[in-house]
């Protein structure tokens, strides 16, 4: 059966079949982490005593924060793109985006020199349990930036082409896009306390 695309809510819904279809992806997305973190925490309350701490006390806590402090920013960027094109403002809105493109990259530099880091010292996947969850939960999220940049940055160029025929439609997109980029973010704010901080 084909799930025709629609602008405007549905009635028995409540969205448009493009937004129900992110959350439903986010929720699977979310089981997913969900299970990560729940690894995490099993992993933690059964390692040798003081074998987390030391492997925690190599990571850069300053490097995370200025990650988090980026990825915050972004968020804020996404959503004034959507809101630029609410206000039939397209300049904005690839001002914006290019701004929310620009800092996913920033943060990849970043995470790039962290993980040298940890290489150039020794520091694998295969040292330790807990480098082992590090690398996994964090070389993942930066899968998933990846992605929503390759994205973002399809709906910065070609895909603007959709504004001229059908700008609602293209609008919803980049609202669609501004969600996931938001679960992004909102896994690193997880992440970052969880690996950096509390362990």
Not at 94 to 101: E, F, K, P, Q
Request: charged share 15%.
């Amino acid at each position: 059966m084909e799930i025709p695309y629609t602008v405007r809510p549905r009635p028995d819904t409540g969205v448009y079949n493009g937004k129900m279809g992110i959350w439903l992806f986010l929720a699977s997305e979310i089981m997913l982490f969900g299970a990560l973190f729940s690894t995490l925490i099993l992993l933690y309350i059964g390692s040798p005593e003081g074998l987390w701490h030391d492997s925690v006390s190599h990571l850069s806590v300053p490097l995370a924060t200025f990650n988090t402090l980026v990825l915050i920013a972004s968020s804020v960027t996404v959503v004034m793109s959507w809101a630029s094109l609410k206000m039939q403002d397209l300049g904005k809105y690839r001002i914006y985006m290019g701004l929310t493109v620009l800092l996913a990259l920033v943060f990849l530099v970043v995470k790039g020199f962290e993980y040298n880091e940890k290489f150039s010292h020794g520091y694998f996947p295969k040292t330790n349990t807990f480098y082992a969850v590090y690398f996994v939960m964090t070389g993942l999220h930066a899968l998933h930036i990846i992605g929503g940049v390759i994205v973002n940055l399809y709906l910065l160029f070609p895909g603007t082409r959709m504004w001229e025929t059908e700008p609602e439609r293209f609008t919803n997109r980049i609202e669609c896009a501004g969600l996931y980029w938001h679960f992004v973010d909102l896994v690193w704010i997880f992440l970052f306390p969880v690996l950096y901080l509390m362990l």
